[in-house]
């Protein structure tokens, strides 16, 4: 059996770029999972969406995880971008090895609406590495729709499953049937907009790549100390950078800005074909990130 993931944050981590080719800046990974380890995140997710892992090549999917290996001592869920099982595989084997007993889990996506599709998927994965996996539900990405009763069938025919992160809006109606369906922690997602209600629904926690992971962490804490008056008091101050943060397309850039203007990483660039941050919005990003409550680096 494998262990489920802790419940709490897990902080999804960006890919900081350096200069006009785009190369992965390692000295800004380093220093953006030490914050993270000292503000007393659960563990990390390297290599999803945000972390922009399908515009890596194989060898820089490797030079990340193991910048992160080296820089911190978190346990670790590893993202895998392919949808089929033979390249999955294959990305799985390389968190094996490199991460080792740090690895918590593969997060690997849902890849067909049939639940017994999924289950031979990632029952496939599991076999050929021996990870646990963390299931994902993101269509916006994956481009594949499954029901939430489908899902709940793949995943409860799945032993080798720690978590699942659940990104289908609505993401707190999901949660709700999820959680009482399976006995593997839900996380939510999508910038941590959902994050109060998804709690409210039974989440154990966030896994996204909100710029203010202490805003997750406060609302969190506050949710599991005193309920969710506290949480929502804890999350108020943050949720108009989460809202500013979850614009359609350009969300990961103004995300990635922000680390900027919060000293965590050098610089802001995206991998096409993800759209740069618009000027316009830099004004407003300046005064949503003066508003939070949380120091700069």
């Known amino acids: 059996m494998t262990a489920h993931l802790s419940q709490g944050v897990w902080g999804v981590v960006a890919t900081p770029f350096l200069g006009s080719t785009l190369d992965v800046d390692e000295a800004s990974l380093a220093r953006l999972v030490e914050h993270y380890a000292g503000i007393g995140v659960a563990g990390l997710t390297v290599l999803g969406v945000f972390g922009e892992a399908a515009s890596l090549s194989a ?44 690895l918590a889990g593969v997060m690997v996506q849902v890849n067909s609406p049939d639940p017994r599709v999924v289950a031979e998927h990632l029952g496939a994965v599991h076999a050929a590495t021996g990870a646990g996996l ?72 966030a896994m996204t790549g909100f710029s203010c992971p202490e805003g997750l962490l406060a609302c969190v804490d506050a949710w599991r100390e005193d309920g969710y008056d506290a949480a929502r008091d804890a999350y108020l101050p943050y949720l108009p950078l989460v809202n500013f943060e979850a614009q359609a397309r350009v ?22 074909p993800a759209p740069a941050m618009p000027e316009s919005l830099l004004p407003q990003l300046e005064r949503h990130l003066s508003a939070a409550p949380v120091k700069d680096a």
Not at 69 to 96: K, Q, S
Not at 260 to 272: A, M, Q
């Open 59 to 102: 060898a820089e999917r490797r030079t990340v995880l193991e910048v992160v290996i080296d820089a911190v001592d978190l346990p670790l869920v590893v993202g895998a971008t392919a949808l089929a099982t033979a390249p999955a595989i294959e990305e799985a084997r390389m968190a094996r090895e490199l991460a080792g007993d740090r």
């Open 134 to 205: 963390v299931v994902q539900d993101y269509p916006l990405v994956s481009g594949v729709t499954i029901s939430t009763a489908n899902l709940a069938a793949a995943v409860g025919d799945t032993a080798a499953a720690v978590a699942v992160k659940a990104e289908a809006p609505p993401t707190p109606a999901a949660i709700a049937v999820l959680a009482a369906a399976l006995d593997v922690p839900v996380f939510g997602g999508l910038g941590g907009i959902g994050l109060l209600d998804e709690l409210a629904a039974g989440a154990a926690g």
């Open 251 to 272: 969300g990961l850039a103004i995300r990635k800005e922000a680390l900027r203007r919060r000293g965590l990483v050098l610089e802001s660039g995206v991998r096409p």
